[in-house]
């Protein structure tokens, strides 16, 4: 009899889920958040459920309640490195930078081979100014995956601060060149910078 309702309860689990995870991509946050509430009212040691629940919580603009989920999250199973990532994710939305960066490591040190979490981690040392160490970070997320296309705009933009503006040309015109649709309003703005640069590297040669 206890075997069909653990059976009947990962059931009812697994229908949560599946329909929260749904109700997400498809952008309806708060419908998605009762499902993960549901799930976790017969699985509450779920640190997956509760990254999860975190991320949708952000979608809303939730902030500390997406900040508390996640950290449930990694206190249930610290080594979540996807927990870890979008709470470096949240903090940096918040502008705590430094944090954030801490977070990535945890991540990082957990499954190194991340081409995101290395761009994400770049994205905040480019926030805190430090251009030479967010360009490490982005080299290495094009390492892992040349086709990042977020990672070729960041590398663009430390090498324009670091006056490398050759290189910063070639890193976004790649950038253009396998940004998806959903990406053009940051297409425009890479064309704009294409020819902000070639104008600077013109005004050197005279």
């Known amino acids: 009899m ?3 309702k653990t059976s009947s309860n990962e059931e009812k689990i697994i229908i949560s889920l599946k329909k ?7 952008g309806s946050f708060k419908a998605a958040l009762l499902y993960y509430d549901q799930a976790l009212l017969l699985d509450p040691e779920n640190s997956k459920i509760w990254d999860n629940r975190g991320v949708t919580l952000s979608r809303l603009g939730l902030f500390q ?3 508390e989920s996640l950290e449930m999250a990694l ?10 990532s979008n709470l470096g994710v949240l903090l940096c939305s918040q502008n705590r930078h430094e944090e954030a960066v801490n ?6 040190n957990l499954e190194e081979g991340n081409d ?14 430090k251009y030479s160490k967010a360009l490490d970070s982005y080299q290495k997320s094009l390492d892992l995956n040349p086709d990042n296309a977020q990672a070729w705009a960041g590398k663009g933009s430390a090498l324009q601060f670091l006056g490398h503006y050759t290189e910063a040309i070639k890193s976004l ?21 294409i020819f902000q640069l070639k104008m600077k590297k013109d005004e050197e040669r005279i």
């Open 2 to 4: 206890d075997s069909d």
């Open 20 to 26: 929260a995870n749904q109700l997400f991509l498809e």
């Open 65 to 67: 309640e997406a900040k």
């Open 75 to 84: 206190e249930i199973q610290p080594e979540n490195a996807q927990a870890w």
């Open 103 to 108: 977070c990535f490591d945890h991540a990082l």
């Open 116 to 129: 995101d979490v290395w761009n994400n981690r770049g994205t905040a040392l480019f926030s805190m100014k």
């Open 173 to 193: 015109e790649k950038f253009v060149q396998i940004a998806s649709p959903q990406l053009s309003p940051q297409v425009e703005e890479a064309w704009a910078m």
